[in-house]
């Protein structure tokens, strides 16, 4: 299973991937991995290769490619500093990559994220409709927007075309419960299929096996459930969950 590292240009600028493809011939349906506040750190590097192994192309964007000042190094701070519209080109220049790689299959393309990466899957589901599956992770902020857009990913929402299945920690306050039920209530109320589940125990951050916060049950319980999503939505045709 050959992994690599690359670049793309997105805007003019280069923007560090970590990218890893299964053995054998293809074509193969693909998951866009984005990061949580950490980084394209082992973490992100592993869940990429896991879905490389049950036969995904993946591609892990650095979407921390344009903070350039050296004395900016905290991962918080580097996630608050990106802009909606910024993040929406990366995940396009992402998406465009995988659509015109060899072993991709351009119509069956995922995505899926962590905390910040969270959010911005669901402002990706919202604004590429070459997805065809969404899996957010404890993502936080979507109500919020930032960078200046004039709507949140949450007011973006009825550009989904794609299934959603949203993981949360039952003790995270970022998202909430409350949280959750607005973003279901919303999803509910525009008709887009979409399944939540709750992790009794598990805060934020429940996946990251180098972190405080792992949760063993949450992310052994969570992960199947993720694989059986994408295989349904990208190994096979269907519309809903």
Same mark, same amino acid.
């Given at each position: 299973? =050959?992994?690599?590292?690359?670049?793309?240009?997105?805007?003019?600028?280069?923007?560090?991937?970590?990218?890893?493809?299964?053995?054998?011939?293809?074509?193969? #349906?693909?998951?866009?991995?984005?990061?949580?506040?950490?980084?394209?750190?082992?973490?992100?590097?592993?869940?990429?290769?896991?879905?490389?192994?049950?036969?995904?192309?993946?591609?892990?964007?650095?979407?921390?490619?344009?903070?350039?000042?050296?004395?900016?190094?905290?991962?918080?701070?580097?996630?608050?500093?990106?802009?909606? %519209?910024?993040?929406?080109?990366?995940?396009?220049?992402?998406?465009? *990559?995988?659509?015109?790689?060899?072993?991709?299959?351009?119509?069956?393309?995922?995505?899926?994220?962590? +905390?910040?990466?969270? $959010?911005?899957?669901?402002?990706?589901? %919202?604004?590429?409709?070459?997805?065809?599956?969404?899996?957010?992770?404890?993502?936080?902020?979507?109500?919020?927007?930032?960078?200046? %857009?004039?709507?949140?990913?949450?007011?973006?929402?009825?550009?989904?075309? +794609? =299934?959603?299945?949203?993981?949360?920690?039952?003790?995270?306050?970022?998202?909430?419960?409350?949280?959750?039920?607005?973003?279901?209530?919303?999803?509910? $109320?525009?008709?887009? =299929? &979409?399944?939540?589940?709750?992790? #009794?125990?598990?805060?934020?951050?429940?996946?990251?096996?180098?972190?405080?916060?792992?949760? $063993?049950?949450?992310?052994?319980?969570?992960? =199947?459930?993720?694989?059986? *999503?994408?295989?349904? &939505?990208?190994?096979?045709? %269907?519309?809903?969950?």
């Amino acid at each position: 299973m =050959p992994s690599f590292r690359d670049k793309l240009q997105v805007e003019g600028q280069d923007m560090d991937l970590y990218a890893s493809i299964p053995s054998g011939s293809g074509p193969f #349906p693909a998951v866009v991995v984005i990061q949580a506040a950490g980084g394209v750190n082992d973490f992100i590097t592993s869940i990429s290769d896991r879905f490389a192994e049950e036969g995904y192309v993946v591609v892990a964007p650095d979407l921390f490619h344009r903070i350039t000042d050296p004395s900016v190094t905290d991962g918080i701070t580097k996630a608050g500093q990106l802009a909606d %519209a910024e993040i929406v080109a990366d995940v396009n220049a992402t998406v465009e *990559f995988l659509r015109n790689h060899s072993a991709v299959d351009g119509e069956r393309v995922g995505i899926t994220g962590f +905390c910040m990466g969270g $959010r911005a899957t669901w402002l990706a589901a %919202a604004t590429n409709r070459y997805f065809k599956a969404a899996s957010p992770f404890y993502g936080g902020n979507i109500m919020v927007p930032r960078g200046g %857009a004039d709507r949140s990913p949450l007011q973006l929402s009825k550009g989904i075309n +794609c =299934p959603i299945l949203f993981h949360f920690g039952e003790l995270d306050s970022n998202p909430s419960q409350e949280d959750m039920r607005t973003l279901d209530d919303e999803l509910t $109320r525009l008709g887009k =299929p &979409h399944q939540f589940f709750t992790y #009794p125990g598990a805060d934020h951050a429940f996946m990251d096996y180098t972190g405080d916060r792992y949760h $063993r049950e949450a992310s052994e319980t969570s992960w =199947p459930r993720t694989l059986e *999503f994408f295989a349904k &939505h990208l190994k096979v045709a %269907a519309v809903t969950i």
